[in-house]
């Protein structure tokens, strides 16, 4: 069942599973442009999880910091465009969890392979914290860690499955998060990865 993790933080069990028969194919065409990579963050530390973007803006990490670029460092050209497969996905999840009018200008996809794992951190980059972010998890389940304001508040498990997607906003949206390393529990239609939508409004 549907479950809330916070006042404003909303686990929609399988609300993606009628889109991912057209989205597979849209994750194709936005790796083929702009190809999955590991980024450095500013620590000098390499990212075990593998990121690509689509929409107007993309997240991006090197030695000078964390920010969101028009364009992909790597290929010199625009991030793809966001599929309106995305888009539709992304708005209707947020209005399901109480936010209306979600346009995201931003998609960070995330590749999670076995061992994969992202340490407790927040997203603050963005310039709108009154929005939500959306977050679509295929393929692998994960155990995304919740935490609270301080990186030492204790953290709840939450499994993330094929198809679920959760909803950050209001007083949610800054908690300290991440997610424990994968499992090798390779899944039907995805194999040995995890691949993660997150859908915000960054500029
Ligand atoms: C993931 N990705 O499963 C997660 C899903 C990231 C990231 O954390 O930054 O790429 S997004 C989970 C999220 C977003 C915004 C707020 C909160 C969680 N939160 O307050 O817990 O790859
Ligand atoms: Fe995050």
Known sequence: PDQRLGAAAMVLRGFALPYVREVMPALAAIE????FRHMVT???FTMSVALTNCGALGWTTDRSGYRYTSTDPDTGQPWPGMPAVFARLAREAATAAGFDAFEP???LVNRYLPGSRMSL?????ERDYDAPIVSVSLGMRAVFLFGGHKRTDPTVKVPLLHGDVVVWGGVDRMRYHGVMPLKDEPHALLGSRRINFTFRKAG
Do not use: W, Y
């Not at 083929?32 to 190809?35: D, E, H």
């Not at 951190?121 to 980059?125: A, E, G, P, R, S």
């Open 32 to 35: 083929a442009q702009s190809p």
């Open 42 to 44: 500013p620590g000098g």
């Open 105 to 107: 200008d931003a998609c």
């Open 121 to 125: 951190h927040q997203d603050k980059n």
